[in-house]
């Protein structure tokens, strides 16, 4: 079983940047995909984006490109979101969560941890 711990989350205005950590303990994350989701209140669990075992691809959301860049340290079990021109609607609770199919199928994920909430002011 895999336990997770998301960090890094926090209030930030508009424009600013918050870089998010998923530390995981009790299995070796180096061989799966993972992902960031994120939920907003009232709205339905996003996958806003992910990277394969070994970095050679990636995927993210229409809503975060250009943004967003998801990466991993597969030494120390860790995988990154620095979020870059944050915007009001990003505001979310964030998750980490394994892949055990296809990157950009949502379905294909088991969310670990409890998430770190980001806020985004205007």
């Known amino acids: 079983q895999v336990h997770s711990v998301e960090s890094g989350g926090g209030l930030v205005q508009a424009g600013g940047s918050l870089r998010l950590s998923c530390d995981a303990s009790?299995?070796?994350?180096?061989?799966?995909?993972m992902g960031w989701f994120r939920q907003a209140p009232g709205k339905e669990r996003e996958l806003v984006a992910a990277?394969?075992?070994?970095?050679?691809?990636?995927y993210y959301a229409d809503s975060v490109k250009g943004r967003f860049t998801i990466s991993r340290d597969n030494a120390n079990n860790t995988v990154y979101l620095q979020m870059n021109s944050l915007k009001p609607e990003d505001t979310a609770v964030y998750y980490c969560?394994?892949?055990?199919?296809?990157?950009?199928?949502?379905?294909?994920?088991?969310?670990w941890g409890q998430g770190t909430q980001v806020t985004v002011s205007s």
């Open positions: 009790g299995r070796s994350l180096s061989r799966f995909g």
């Open positions: 990277i394969n075992w070994n970095i050679g691809s990636t």
């Open positions: 969560a394994t892949n055990w199919g296809r990157l950009s199928e949502s379905r294909d994920y088991n969310i």
